[in-house]
């Protein structure tokens, strides 16, 4: 299994454009949630997905589009980019109801917006 | 509204030493917490848990303990070693579980 994978690794953008980060899970987990860490703060939950075709907000979900059309994909947009989303992105996905509650964390994505 | 709070940003400890990573969190209904490590550059791994109907568990070099009344928890590493040198932060699932919410971190060195 190779887990939670993210793509790309490292982005940089100019404000205004937009992108699209890749995020995908081969473990058939139903739980998909979008993270960005920023010095001091912590970890924030940007949006997260209970299942394919199910999507809600997070604690900082302004600027930042979700979908999910498959289980194994949950791919997160920025409409137009800007300096404050400079941070780095994760991933994470973990079994549905009644199973752990254990998140898997892929390896990030650290984008920068000039 | 920080639910989950790690008040130490950092943290130095020697080589075999005990390490004390401390958790507090407001929201009463939290009824598991979880503690994660992240080194730079990756993702954070699971570490340890806890359920709230327990005040203790221990995995190897890791204890967690769990104060409910004092809305209080702590990670203990016994003894230290300097691959222990990370991020370490503590979670907790949402009341309907479908989320975490997480601490702010505390970065962890070991001196060797």
């Known amino acids: 299994n190779a887990g939670v994978t993210q793509t790309p690794k490292f982005q940089v953008l100019k404000t205004g454009q937009s992108m699209t980060l890749q995020c995908a899970q081969d473990?058939?987990?139903?739980?998909m949630s979008w993270y960005r860490q920023d010095p001091g703060m912590g970890l924030r939950l940007i949006h997260y997905?209970?299942?394919?075709?199910?999507?809600d907000q997070g604690e900082v979900p302004n600027g930042y589009n979700v979908s999910r059309s498959t289980t194994e994909d949950f791919p997160l947009r920025l409409l137009s980019a800007a300096p404050s989303q400079t941070s780095v992105y994760f991933c994470?996905?973990?079994?549905?109801?009644?199973?752990?509650?254990?998140?898997?964390f892929g390896p990030g994505t650290r984008l920068t917006v000039t | 509204d920080q639910q989950v709070k790690q008040n130490s940003p950092s943290l130095s400890v020697q080589e075999g030493r005990i390490s004390i990573l401390n958790c507090d969190y407001t929201?009463?209904?939290?009824?598991?917490f979880l503690w994660y490590k992240k080194y730079p550059a990756e993702g954070p791994t699971f570490l340890i848990s806890?359920?709230?109907?327990?005040d203790k568990n221990e995995d190897g070099r890791f204890t967690v303990f769990l104060n409910k009344s004092a809305k209080h928890l702590s990670l203990h590493i016994v003894p230290s070693q300097p691959g222990d040198s990370a991020v370490y932060f503590c979670?907790?699932?949402?009341?309907?579980?479908?989320?975490?919410?997480f601490g702010t971190g505390t970065r962890l060195t070991i001196i060797p």
């Open positions: 994470a996905s973990r079994q549905g109801q009644g199973g752990s509650y254990e998140q898997y």
């Open positions: 473990m058939n987990h139903e739980y």
């Open positions: 997905s209970v299942g394919a075709g199910i999507t």
């Open positions: 929201n009463s209904m939290f009824d598991y």
């Open positions: 806890i359920s709230s109907i327990k």
């Open positions: 979670a907790a699932p949402s009341f309907g579980n479908e989320k975490l919410t």
